[in-house]
């Protein structure tokens, strides 16, 4: 049998395509784009079989046929628009078309197919507003309020997705994946902004100075433990909830993850400004931490990354794939 990912060319479709290939998984890849030539090159030498089909999300009957024809018996559903300001006025109706009219596509083709466990993967932007005021966001105490074009979107898919999953007696888990950083994030259509710790990245690989308008204190979820997540919820059987927070439980900041790159790579130099120059951060406030506490009692997840592994091992990532900065990212 074989896991079925959307998105698979993107950040956390590739983060999520390896952990399954290093567990011998056979992974059908459905995107409109195919992932980047490191990636394949990289997956070629993990024990799994990684294949690729071309498609969009949004055209329905193609995503049944290729759900059907890869003999998938699991979805992960991951491909999404995450959108700036700037889409947002030019082209509002894409960001819904993917978001929401994707997701109805996934599940329609996952009924047909007989898929046995299909994972909605959301995203902690759904608790929008809540964010600024609560101690920690819960996913059945903490009200939705989203605040972007994004985060209404994730709403309505996850909302959509649980209906549809009952009517349709489908198993159907959600996991509101939180700020995540680290392998295989990269520039892409979809999208708009990159994680504040791949910009830093991205300026100390130029030799160039980073300014920070704050410290900005987030619980950041390592990549390959949001992956490690995704899983944990895939496999789990008879998950007692509908909806799981996927973060990583514990808080630090991008002022520590700047003086920790500085003690690895002495020339790299930060400080704190704002305007043009500055690191882009998600939003003016640092958003409350979303609590894990159902993930760690329903499923086997733990994360492995503090910041100081995460930093360890993303360098060595990062060392390792400057191929697909310079030709994705137009770092020289």
């Given at each position: 049998?074989?896991?079925?990912?959307?998105?698979?060319?993107?950040?956390?479709?590739?983060?999520?395509?390896e952990?399954?290939?290093?567990?011998?998984?056979?992974v059908?890849?459905?995107?409109?784009?195919?992932?980047?030539?490191?990636?394949?090159?990289?997956f070629?030498?993990?024990?799994?079989?990684f294949?690729?089909?071309?498609?969009?999300v949004?055209?329905?009957?193609?995503?049944?046929?290729?759900?059907?024809?890869?003999?998938?018996?699991?979805l992960?559903?991951?491909?999404?628009?995450t959108?700036?300001?700037?889409?947002?006025?030019?082209?509002?109706?894409?960001v819904?078309?993917?978001n929401?009219g994707?997701?109805?596509?996934?599940?329609?083709?996952?009924?047909?197919?007989?898929?046995?466990?299909?994972?909605?993967?959301?995203?902690?932007?759904?608790?929008?507003?809540?964010?600024?005021?609560?101690?920690?966001?819960r996913?059945?105490?903490?009200p939705?309020?989203?605040?972007?074009?994004?985060?209404?979107?994730?709403?309505?898919?996850?909302?959509?997705?649980?209906?549809?999953a009952?009517?349709?007696?489908?198993?159907?888990?959600?996991?509101?994946?939180?700020?995540?950083?680290?392998?295989w994030?990269?520039?892409?259509?979809?999208?708009?902004t990159?994680?504040?710790?791949?910009?830093?990245?991205?300026?100390?690989?130029?030799?160039?100075?980073?300014l920070?308008?704050?410290?900005?204190?987030?619980?950041?979820?390592y990549?390959?433990?949001?992956?490690?997540?995704?899983?944990?919820?895939?496999?789990?059987?008879?998950l007692?909830?509908?909806?799981?927070?996927l973060a990583?439980?514990?808080?630090?900041?991008?002022?520590?993850f700047?003086a920790?790159?500085?003690?690895r790579?002495?020339?790299?130099?930060?400080?704190?400004?704002?305007?043009?120059?500055?690191?882009a951060?998600?939003?003016?406030?640092?958003r409350?931490?979303?609590?894990?506490?159902?993930?760690h009692?329903?499923t086997?997840?733990?994360?492995?990354?503090?910041?100081e592994?995460?930093?360890d091992d993303?360098?060595?990532w990062?060392?390792?794939?400057r191929?697909?900065?310079?030709?994705r990212?137009?770092v020289?």
């Amino acid at each position: 049998m074989a896991v079925f990912v959307t998105g698979a060319s993107g950040f956390m479709g590739l983060a999520l395509c390896e952990a399954l290939l290093a567990r011998g998984e056979r992974v059908v890849g459905f995107d409109l784009l195919p992932p980047p030539e490191v990636a394949r090159h990289a997956f070629a030498q993990l024990p799994g079989r990684f294949e690729t089909c071309a498609g969009d999300v949004r055209d329905a009957a193609s995503l049944a046929a290729a759900l059907r024809d890869s003999g998938a018996d699991r979805l992960v559903h991951l491909a999404a628009i995450t959108a700036d300001a700037a889409r947002e006025r030019r082209a509002p109706a894409q960001v819904f078309e993917v978001n929401v009219g994707g997701t109805i596509a996934a599940i329609e083709a996952s009924r047909a197919a007989g898929v046995r466990r299909m994972v909605h993967v959301s995203s902690g932007s759904v608790y929008g507003a809540s964010g600024r005021d609560a101690d920690v966001l819960r996913e059945d105490e903490t009200p939705l309020r989203p605040e972007g074009l994004y985060g209404i979107s994730k709403q309505a898919g996850e909302a959509t997705a649980l209906r549809l999953a009952t009517l349709h007696c489908l198993d159907l888990v959600v996991g509101r994946l939180g700020t995540c950083f680290g392998p295989w994030e990269y520039a892409t259509s979809a999208r708009d902004t990159p994680s504040a710790p791949l910009q830093v990245m991205l300026r100390a690989m130029r030799g160039q100075s980073v300014l920070l308008p704050r410290p900005h204190r987030r619980d950041f979820l390592y990549g390959r433990d949001g992956a490690a997540g995704i899983l944990a919820l895939l496999d789990t059987p008879a998950l007692p909830h509908p909806i799981y927070n996927l973060a990583a439980g514990f808080l630090w900041t991008l002022e520590d993850f700047c003086a920790g790159l500085a003690a690895r790579r002495p020339g790299f130099a930060w400080g704190w400004g704002e305007g043009a120059e500055a690191i882009a951060l998600y939003g003016d406030y640092d958003r409350a931490p979303m609590d894990c506490a159902r993930l760690h009692a329903d499923t086997p997840f733990v994360p492995r990354y503090d910041l100081e592994t995460a930093l360890d091992d993303y360098l060595r990532w990062f060392d390792g794939h400057r191929d697909l900065f310079l030709s994705r990212m137009g770092v020289s």
